[in-house]
C-alpha cells in the first residue's frame, strides 16, 4: 500500500479515530485519566491525543483535542471542583468566552501542534527517535498551551508559559513521559509492521457494491444514539431516586447538591457509553475483516476481480437491489483485450499477465461506485453498473486502457454496453446480448465500444 492511501481516511483510519475518541473520554471520565499512588500523580488523558497525531495526523489529533477539552470543560463546570479549576468552566470562570478558549481551544490547539511535530519526525531520521522524544516531551506541550492560555485569557491567575517548564524534570513527568513514551513507539512500530499493513488492506478493500462498512457504520451510530437516549433516561431516573432515598432519612438536598449528583451521573454515563462503543468497535472489526476474509475467497488471485461464480451470484443480488429504483438505469459490460493471445506469444505469458493486472487496475479505478466487475475468463471482464453512465465514461476508459504499454506496443481492449431497461432479466440473458455487442465492437476494428 502506498504511502499515500495510508493518508487516506480508509476503514481503518475512521474506526481507528473513533476507538480513540472513546478511549479519551473514558480516560477523561474514570481514574484512568488521572492515576495518584501516594506520592505519586500521573495525568494520562493527553495520550490519546498523541496516538492520533502519531498514527492518524494533526487533523485527526486535533479533533482527539477537542474531545479533551470538552471533557474537562464539562467537570470544571461542577460545584464541588477547585476553585482555579472554574476558571476552565464557562459556568463559574466570569469570562465564559476565555473559559472556552482554555479548556478547548487550547487543548485543539494542543493536538494540531502535537500532530504536525509528528509530521515532522516521521521525515526525520531516525524516526523512531524523534517520535520517542516528541513523546516524552507532550505533557510539556500540553501545559504550554493550558498556561500560556491562561496567562492570555486569566492572568490574574499568575500562571504563564514558564509554568510549563518548573517541572519538567520532577520524578514523577520523567518517569511518565518515558511511560508515555514507550506506549507511543508500541503502537507506531505496530503501525509500521507487515501484519498491520496485511490486516489494514484487507479491511481497506472496496469491491463496487461490497456494503459491509456503510452497513456497520449506520449500526455504529443507531446504536451510540439508542444507547445515550436510554442512558440519559436512567440517568435522570436514578437521580430522583437517589434524592428520594435520601430525603427518606431526612437528608434534604441543596438545588447546587442535586445538580452535582446529576453532573456526575452524567460523568459515569458517558464512561460507561465509551466503554460500550469501544466494545462494538472491536466486535464490528472483527465482523468486518471476517467479511473482506470471506471476499477475498470469491476474488481472481491474479487480477484481484470477482471470479466467473462470484460475479454472477453478487450480479443476481444487485439486480435485485435496481429493480426497487424508481429508474432502473445500469448497464452491463462486456470487454476483452485485444490480441492478447499475440501477447502472450510475442513476450510470454508474465509479460500477459502483466498486461491483464493493468487493465483490471483500470477497471477498478474507472468503475468504483455502485458497480461490480469480475473476470469471467482468460482475457474477458464483465462490469454490471448500477447507475447512468455517459459515453464520455466508456471513452475515457478505454483512453486508460491505450495508455498501458506491453512490450513495444501498447494495449487495447473491445468494449460491448447493453443498457438495462428491464432488471428483471437474469444476468447470464445479460451476459449473452452484452457479449453479442462486444463482437460487434471486435468487427469494427476492435479498440471501441458499442453500446446497444
Not at 80 to 87: K, N, P, T
Not at 141 to 162: C, N, Q, R, T, W
Not at 339 to 365: C, M, T, W
Not at 373 to 393: K, T
Request: hydrophobic residues 45%.
Amino acid at each position: 500500500m502506498s504511502k499515500a492511501a495510508l493518508h487516506k481516511r480508509d476503514t481503518v483510519h475512521r474506526f481507528a479515530l473513533w476507538a480513540l475518541i472513546t478511549v479519551e473520554l473514558l480516560m477523561s471520565f474514570s481514574f484512568l485519566g488521572y492515576i495518584h499512588v501516594e506520592p505519586i500523580s500521573i495525568t494520562t488523558a493527553y495520550i490519546p491525543v498523541l496516538l492520533a497525531g502519531a498514527l492518524l495526523g494533526p487533523a485527526d489529533s486535533a479533533i482527539l483535542g477537542l474531545v479533551f477539552g470538552l471533557a474537562s470543560m464539562w467537570k470544571a463546570s461542577a460545584n464541588y471542583v477547585m476553585e482555579a479549576d472554574h476558571l476552565f468552566s464557562p459556568l463559574f470562570s466570569g469570562y465564559p468566552l476565555g473559559s472556552i478558549m482554555l479548556s478547548v481551544g487550547s487543548r485543539t490547539l494542543f493536538g494540531l501542534a502535537a500532530g504536525l511535530l509528528y509530521d515532522l519526525a516521521k521525515k526525520l531520521r531516525p524516526s523512531l527517535l524523534w517520535v520517542g522524544v516528541i513523546s516524552f516531551v507532550g505533557k510539556t506541550i500540553h501545559s504550554l498551551m493550558v498556561y500560556g492560555a491562561m496567562s492570555l485569557f486569566f492572568p490574574e491567575a499568575g500562571y504563564g508559559p514558564a509554568d510549563a517548564f518548573s517541572d519538567m524534570l520532577a520524578p514523577s513527568n520523567v518517569l511518565s513521559g518515558l511511560l508515555v513514551a514507550a506506549v507511543i513507539l508500541l503502537f507506531f512500530g505496530l503501525s509500521r509492521s507487515k501484519l498491520w499493513h496485511s490486516f489494514r488492506k484487507r479491511l481497506s478493500i472496496r469491491q463496487g457494491l461490497y456494503t459491509e462498512e456503510s452497513y456497520h457504520s449506520l449500526s455504529l451510530i443507531s446504536v451510540v444514539v439508542l444507547t445515550l437516549a436510554s442512558a440519559f433516561s436512567v440517568t435522570i431516573y436514578f437521580v430522583h431516586r437517589m434524592e428520594e432515598v435520601l430525603n427518606h432519612n431526612g437528608i434534604r438536598l441543596t438545588d447546587d447538591s442535586y445538580a452535582d449528583m446529576l453532573h456526575l451521573q452524567i460523568q459515569f454515563l458517558f464512561g460507561i457509553v465509551s466503554l460500550m462503543v469501544l466494545v462494538i468497535l472491536f466486535l464490528i472489526v472483527n465482523r468486518l475483516y471476517n467479511s473482506h476474509m470471506a471476499l477475498e475467497g470469491k476474488l481472481d488471485p491474479l487480477t484481484g476481480l470477482r471470479t466467473r461464480k462470484a460475479f454472477f451470484s453478487d450480479c443476481s443480488q444487485a439486480l435485485r437491489s435496481l429493480r426497487s429504483k424508481e429508474e432502473a438505469v445500469g448497464y452491463f459490460i462486456m470487454l476483452d483485450v485485444d490480441h492478447f493471445k499475440d501477447i502472450n506469444d510475442s513476450y510470454g505469458h508474465p509479460e500477459g499477465d502483466q498486461a491483464l493486472k493493468a487493465v483490471s487496475g483500470v477497471i477498478r479505478d474507472s468503475f468504483h461506485e455502485d458497480c461490480l466487475a469480475g473476470r469471467i475468463g482468460g482475457d474477458e471482464f464483465a462490469i454490471l453498473v448500477c447507475r447512468p453512465m455517459s459515453e464520455a465514461e466508456l471513452q475515457h476508459f478505454l483512453d486508460r486502457i491505450g495508455r498501458i504499454s506491453c512490450g513495444a506496443h501498447g494495449v487495447s481492449c473491445s468494449l460491448g454496453a447493453l443498457r438495462i431497461t428491464d432488471p428483471a432479466l437474469q444476468p447470464e440473458e445479460l451476459y449473452l446480448r452484452a457479449d453479442r455487442l462486444l463482437y460487434e465492437a471486435k468487427s469494427l476494428g476492435r479498440g471501441r465500444y458499442v453500446i446497444g
